[in-house]
């Protein structure tokens, strides 16, 4: 790499930084914000305040008072990033993708922390958990949309804590899928479009969420437990007017509802089809192939009355 290469470099960071300087209201938090994210760059022994601002040639305390009582509009933040990102990574077949993450922490003054399932030390832990919404484009670019702090419902309860921590008022508990559904919710509202949605099981599990993303138009997959309901030959429906309303039920004579893994094991929809193969990827020890069979499955909603027709992969 060239001098001129590293300079330009810099001058992107700067650029790149300059499009969110009206979230920080003043030009010295914004300055002080592309401080802080060009020490992190850096190759220094130690990531912390001191050394960044000594490198910067500024007052560490000045760095140190940004980080811990300056306050920016997150939320304009947010919206500016998923605004660039789709001026500069839009992509028709690209993929958003929602997980979550968790930090172990001592102590029980940390916002959201309590006893709970920890995917970092793989136990339940003390510690904290954020949602997150992921986006990824076929030609390698991939980055973090947005992110929501998971508030258990202890500490929802209890708003005194929630304000010693700093918690705003209107920040509730929802459950992971209500937070995944609200980050996805934003993101549309800021031009950002997926062709497909993915999340693994725990999120697959509720039909709510599936109904949700069904509604909104999004297409997805998502991993689903076995004991995962519904059918794979759509059940017919019993129309009924009562006092001007027409309501729907199952008919007696149907398929029984099932669920996904019988439905695999047992159904004709599936024993009468072959695996088909589908490479992976090349792995360190050679291909990576796996099987499938895939038939058309009907959820079952809220009404114990099936969806539209799904696709079940097996």
Sequence with gaps: MEATDVWDVGERLHRFMGEFTDCFGRREPAAHAERYVRGQ?????????????????IDPRALQKFLGQHRWDDRLMNTRLQQVVMRAHAHPQAIGILDESSFAKKGD????????????????????????????????????????????????????????????????????????????????????????????????????????????????????????????????LLHKTHHGRVGRKLKQKNPPISTVENLAAHSPAFRKQPWVPFLIKEGAKGPVVWEAKAAPFYLKDQDALPTRAHLLIV
């Design 109 to 236: 003054k940390t916002p959201g922390v309590q006893h709970q399932h920890c995917g970092s030390t793989g136990k339940l832990d003390n510690c904290v958990v954020t949602v997150h919404l992921s986006y990824a484009t076929p030609d390698g670019f991939h980055t973090l949309l947005s992110s929501a702090l998971f508030l258990p419902e202890d500490w929802s309860k209890d708003r005194e804590r929630c304000r010693k921590a700093g918690i705003p008022e209107d920040l509730v508990h929802r459950t992971k899928w209500e937070l995944a559904l609200e980050l996805h919710q934003e993101a549309l509202a800021n031009g950002v479009r997926c062709a497909w949605l993915t999340a693994d099981e725990f999120y697959g599990r509720p039909v709510e969420f599936h109904l949700a993303l069904s509604r909104r138009g999004q297409h997805y997959v998502l991993e689903v437990p076995r004991n995962f309901w519904g059918w794979c030959r759509k059940p017919d």
């Design 41 to 57: 760059q850096l190759n220094l022994l130690r990531k912390s305040m001191e050394p960044m601002a000594d490198e910067a040639g």
